[in-house]
C-alpha cells in the first residue's frame, strides 16, 4: 500500500523557517521523481518543487532562493527546507511521486505527471 505523509506545517511569522517532510512507503521511492505542490484557500494547488532520484532540483520561480528540495533515499523521506516566509506562501503543502524519469524541468509542474499523493500538511504565515 502506497503511503506518502507530510509533516512539519505550522503557524510560522514572516520572515520565519519552516522544514516539511513527506514519509514515503509502499513504493520503490529512490526511483521516483519526488515533487512538492501547495494550494492556498480558493485557489488551485500549484507546483513548488521537484527533485529527481539523482538529487537534480527545480523550483517554481516564487520560492527560487528561499526554498530547498532535498530527499534521503535511505530513509525514504522527502524535504522542503522553507526560510524567508512569507504569508502568500500559506497554503496546504503536498508531496508527489512521480515515476516519469526524464530531465528535471517544467515539465513536472503539471499535476497529472503524479502517480501518488500525500494528504497534506498546512503551513500558516502571519505578516
Known amino acids: 500500500q502506497v503511503q506518502l505523509v507530510e509533516s512539519g506545517g505550522g503557524l510560522v511569522h514572516s520572515g520565519g523557517s519552516l522544514r516539511l517532510s513527506c514519509a514515503a512507503s509502499g513504493f520503490t521511492f529512490s526511483s521516483y521523481v519526488m515533487g512538492w505542490f501547495r494550494q492556498a484557500p480558493g485557489k488551485d494547488r500549484e507546483f513548488v518543487a521537484i527533485?529527481?532520484?539523482?538529487?537534480?532540483?527545480y523550483y517554481t520561480d516564487s520560492v527560487k532562493g528561499r526554498f530547498t528540495i532535498s530527499r534521503d533515499n535511505t530513509k525514504n523521506t522527502l524535504f522542503l527546507q522553507m526560510n524567508s516566509l512569507k504569508p502568500e506562501d500559506t497554503a496546504v503543502y503536498y508531496c508527489?511521486?512521480?515515476?516519469?524519469?526524464?530531465?528535471?524541468?517544467?515539465?513536472?509542474?503539471?499535476?497529472?505527471?503524479?502517480?501518488?499523493w500525500g494528504q497534506g500538511t498546512q503551513v500558516i504565515v502571519s505578516s
Open positions: 508527489a511521486a512521480s515515476s516519469n524519469r526524464l530531465y528535471v524541468s517544467n515539465w513536472y509542474a503539471q499535476k497529472d505527471r503524479y502517480s501518488y
Open positions: 527533485v529527481s532520484w539523482t538529487g537534480n532540483t
